[in-house]
């Protein structure tokens, strides 16, 4: 698999984005300008792979506006979680990193203007702020009944197999502390969904604090949901190979 990174980043960021892409093309440029006008300090870095819509030619065009935007485009069509991964790695390797590193979804699942409480969050020695559908005050907007309950059944399997007390632990839209994700990226291994359960288990094993952030989380206006019936496997035989390996 080939990559092609492209960046144009001279100023030292405070907050690192990660947005993974396949096929955003309706989506992406609305979504960097709305990242751009929130008054943090910021560079977006897009994980595109290969989408046969154009989503990488109009980060491109993008780039010649905003000086903080990173492009990481890969060959295939790679999942999730190592899309994540490479993120992490991304900004970790610059020569001056980020101090938080945020990971959103680019359909609009998730509401940009969450963005300053997720990361305020962060100050009082948290490690890893989860936007969180199903804490006090966390919502969601236009799924269907069986996604509802297949999302309920993997929080509720991950929370009693795990041993966890988050109320969401599924939530893609999340901030960590670099100085977290400097600690655990060697362990991070999962290359779809489970992402998601692989760094809270590592926040939970490591004594890192995690807090849950009340969103409400939209169902994509556009296209289909990028859940697949793999990648509900995946996560549940990720569950119970920690249970009988940990």
């Not at 709305?34 to 910021?42: S, Y």
């Amino acid at each position: 698999m080939f990559c092609k990174f492209k960046s144009n980043l001279e100023a030292h960021s405070k907050v690192g984005i990660i947005l993974p892409t396949y096929c955003e093309a309706q989506n992406i440029e609305r979504l960097i300008v709305e990242i751009e006008n929130l008054p943090l300090n910021t560079s977006v870095l897009v994980i595109d792979d290969s989408s046969p819509d154009g989503t990488a030619d109009i980060v491109e065009r993008l780039q010649r506006k905003y000086l903080n935007i990173l492009l990481l485009v890969r060959g295939q069509k790679s999942g999730l979680g190592s899309a994540i991964t490479d993120g992490f790695r991304t900004f970790l390797s610059l020569p001056q990193t980020p101090e938080f590193v945020v990971t959103m979804d680019a359909d609009y699942s998730h509401n940009p203007q969450d963005m300053p409480r997720l990361i305020s969050s962060m100050s009082s020695e948290c490690d890893l702020a989860i936007g969180s559908r199903y804490c006090r005050g966390g919502k969601t907007a236009g799924w269907p009944l069986t996604r509802k309950i297949v999302s309920r059944c993997a929080n509720s399997i991950a929370r009693g197999v795990l041993g966890l007390k988050l109320h969401d632990c599924t939530s893609g839209y999340r901030c960590y502390s670099t100085s977290f994700l400097r600690k655990t990226i060697g362990y991070l291994h999962s290359q779809t969904y489970d992402i998601q359960i692989e760094t809270v288990k590592q926040a939970h094993s490591q004594g890192f604090r995690m807090q849950e952030v009340p969103i409400l989380f939209v169902n994509r206006k556009r296209g289909k949901s990028k859940l697949s019936l793999r990648e509900i496997e995946n996560y549940v035989s990720y569950i119970f190979k920690t249970v009988l390996f940990r």
